[in-house]
């Protein structure tokens, strides 16, 4: 038989869409089940107790005996007091899910050991050929060890429920659990205040965050809103040690006392003495201005967008008779045709080769001299290479392999590419497999650096830009941020305002790379909701789609 009962008023069934939802506020539905046996597969439920909560106040319980369609055993029997001769006249579960689901509705499931009944629960749904339940739960047996462990000799639920002194006591029979349960989640809740815990996602993380040894610190995280922007761990001093974006301030840096297990973290928060927040208007927002803090700050515990002072150039010196590639720190204005910039040296060098190994441009670094040398240099006596110091070539002859190369870094990328694509196959055909490979990389990190120049170049080349995506918006000068907006608030400018980005065609800033490659990121994954609204230059490239010389999975297994 199903009985259910209700006090005050009906039950107010809660979406959840907003984790941050005041504990107060959340509807919970505690959860027992009795059972045949510890295995949902081969055991069956012979009663449920349920009983909802909200604000400390009971909305309604759920009580029934169930037929389990099978013998339930002495010791069962003798644990619960539940025979055979009770359960024979009651309901199947196939009988009893729809009533229980609709009490249940969109609450949080609560239970003690609560995976033991989900389990069970889920079992029965898939039987009946119904979809799994999607409620968040939370299990009191692990808040009780985060909380109450050195009080208690352990953690099962009479044990707290005499310690505690609960009003309720658990009796191995449904309703009589859920109620001690109930009881036993409103006096961990209490516990949780002073902790910062106040909305439903902080409770969902404590149990995961364990006996972390910073777990004191938890307190820094109390006026962090759940709204995007940047995050700023700062030390006693007021040193800025660790800068992160995120979309849910509250979330991300409570994360960092459970599930982030990366070994800088620990000390990080160790010497972690105040949570700073900055709020965005929109996710680009916040993810500029990271950028721009981690360059002005420089904190010791980021990694990624520190590199940018190791950025380096691929030149073209053309202010020279005859002009050779070399490898370039900073940009200068001396006529050169830079390439960049690059995230390193060694990649840079890659992007060297791959041009060289088309184009016989002169390698050695010696200036020619007027009187051409007795012998060439090794690179053109192996006939890879001009010399233009042996006077094997005039300067007419060679400005056309230096044009080639401007043409294809400014406009025709296949002018390299395609002889690099040529040898690669034949390589292939030879099962010259290793050379190929080689042959390949080069390739792929040409085609990246001139896709990257590319996208750079497009951007400042738009001059000012105003778009709109996903009901939000934003202004862009030479690809940097100048604001940007969600809904219809007030657009708002970054706290951090930077000079424009130089004119396309002139070299891009070290210093800049990582915030116009974050812009670039931005514009491509939201390019399907995209809208032009404003824009003083061109933004679509005349120039064919550059390849990427990815290796296929069976060619990174063979290497």
Request: hydrophobic letters at 40%; charged letters at 25%.
């Amino acid at each position: 038989m199903v009985t259910t009962a209700s006090t005050g008023a009906g039950p107010r069934q809660q979406s959840f869409d907003d984790l941050g939802t005041p504990l107060h506020e959340v509807t919970f539905c505690v959860i027992d089940l009795e059972t045949t046996g510890g295995s949902a597969e081969r055991c069956g439920i012979t009663e449920i107790g349920a009983v909802k909560l909200r604000g400390g106040e009971c909305l309604g319980t759920f009580q029934t005996l169930v037929n389990p369609g099978q013998a339930i055993p002495p010791q069962i029997t003798v644990l619960t007091g539940i025979t055979e001769s009770m359960v024979v006249p009651a309901p199947r579960i196939e009988e009893v899910l729809p009533s229980l689901l609709e009490f249940v509705g969109s609450a949080v499931i609560v239970g003690h050991n609560v995976r033991f009944d989900l389990g069970f629960l889920a079992a029965a749904l898939e039987r009946d050929a119904r979809a799994p339940l999607s409620n968040r739960s939370i299990d009191t047996c692990a808040l009780a060890r985060r909380l109450v462990r050195d009080e208690v000799p352990n953690c099962r639920l009479g044990t707290l429920a005499s310690r505690l002194r609960l009003d309720h006591r658990p009796s191995h029979r449904a309703l009589d659990d859920a109620l001690a349960t109930g009881d036993l989640l409103h006096a961990l809740l209490e516990r949780v205040g002073p902790m910062g815990i106040t909305g439903l996602d902080d409770l969902l993380v404590l149990p995961t965050i364990k006996g972390h040894a910073q777990a004191a610190k938890l307190a820094l995280t109390e006026k962090l809103p759940r709204e995007p922007g940047v995050y700023l761990f700062r030390d006693r001093q007021g040193e800025v040690l660790y800068v992160g974006k995120a979309s849910n301030l509250r979330t991300r840096v409570r994360s960092y006392f459970s599930g982030d297990t990366r070994r800088k973290i620990g000390p990080m928060l160790r010497e972690a003495h105040r949570v700073d927040h900055i709020v965005c208007a929109a996710p680009l927002q916040a993810a500029v201005l990271e950028v721009r803090l981690i360059h002005r700050h420089q904190p010791r515990f980021n990694r990624r967008g520190k590199r940018w002072s190791g950025y380096c150039y691929v030149k073209l010196t053309c202010n020279e008779r005859f002009p050779r590639l070399s490898i370039a720190r900073v940009p200068r204005p001396d006529g050169g045709v830079y390439l960049g910039p690059l995230s390193s040296k060694r990649f840079a060098q890659r992007v060297v080769e791959a041009i060289q190994s088309v184009s016989p441009i002169r390698r050695c670094t010696a200036t020619p001299g007027r009187s051409p040398r007795e012998s060439p240099c090794a690179p053109a006596q192996i006939g890879v290479a001009c010399c233009p110091c042996a006077g094997a070539i005039t300067e007419e002859a060679y400005r056309e392999h230096v044009d080639r190369i401007v043409r294809a870094i400014r406009h025709d990328p296949d002018i390299l590419l395609a002889p690099l694509r040529r040898r690669m196959t034949r390589l292939a055909d030879a099962e010259r497999f290793e050379e190929a490979a080689d042959v390949r990389d080069r390739a792929a990190a040409l085609a990246s650096a001139l896709r990257r120049q590319r996208r750079f170049d497009e951007l400042r080349g738009a001059g000012r830009l105003v778009v709109e995506s996903g009901g939000g918006g934003a202004e862009l000068s030479r690809g940097r941020l100048v604001r940007s907006w969600m809904g219809t608030e007030t657009p708002r400018p970054l706290p951090i305002e930077a000079p424009d980005a130089p004119d396309a065609g002139d070299p891009l800033p070290r210093d800049l790379a990582d915030e116009l490659a974050c812009v670039a990121s931005w514009l491509d994954q939201s390019a399907d909701t995209l809208r032009l609204v404003h824009c003083t230059g061109g933004l679509a490239s005349p120039l064919p789609r550059l390849p990427s010389f990815q290796a296929t999975e069976p060619e990174k297994a063979r290497r």
